[in-house]
Nanobody
Framework: QVQLVESGGGLVQPGGSLRLSCAASGIIFMTYSMGWYRQAPGKERELVASISSGGTGTTYADPVKGRFTISRDNAKNVVYLQMNSLKPEDTAVYYC????????WGQGTQVTVSS
């Protein structure tokens, strides 16, 4: 059974940092490009960062370039998202999933950036 479990969210002040983690099971994790997505209230879910199966290639959405870093540990079946210089507009539920042909979504982790 495929499972994606996100964690690490929380309430942080503007300018702060968070590190999200996503543990994957039930898939051959090392063979898939992975992505972090987010969905803010009233908005469509969007891809914010992706990483190739081997971890050597990454892409970022323009709003997060230079602030977010995606990484992965294929030995642990985990993908991370380091988020720095957080802004109120980063407030959203964050999800991980395959970059292509997404699986059923996990529960996500709430990130709230507010003073």
């Amino acid at each position: 059974q495929v499972q994606l479990v996100e964690s690490g969210g929380g309430l942080v002040q503007p300018g702060g940092s968070l590190r999200l983690s996503c543990a994957a099971s039930g898939i051959i994790f090392m063979t898939y490009s992975m992505g972090w997505y987010r969905q803010a209230p009233g908005k469509e879910r969007e891809l914010v960062a992706s990483i190739s199966s081997g971890g050597t290639g990454t892409t970022y959405a323009d709003p997060v370039k230079g602030r977010f870093t995606i990484s992965r540990d294929n030995a642990k079946n985990v993908v991370y998202l380091q988020m720095n210089s957080l802004k109120p507009e980063d407030t959203a539920v964050y999800y991980c999933n395959k970059r292509y042909a997404v699986l059923d979504w996990g529960q996500g982790t709430q990130v709230t950036v507010s003073s």
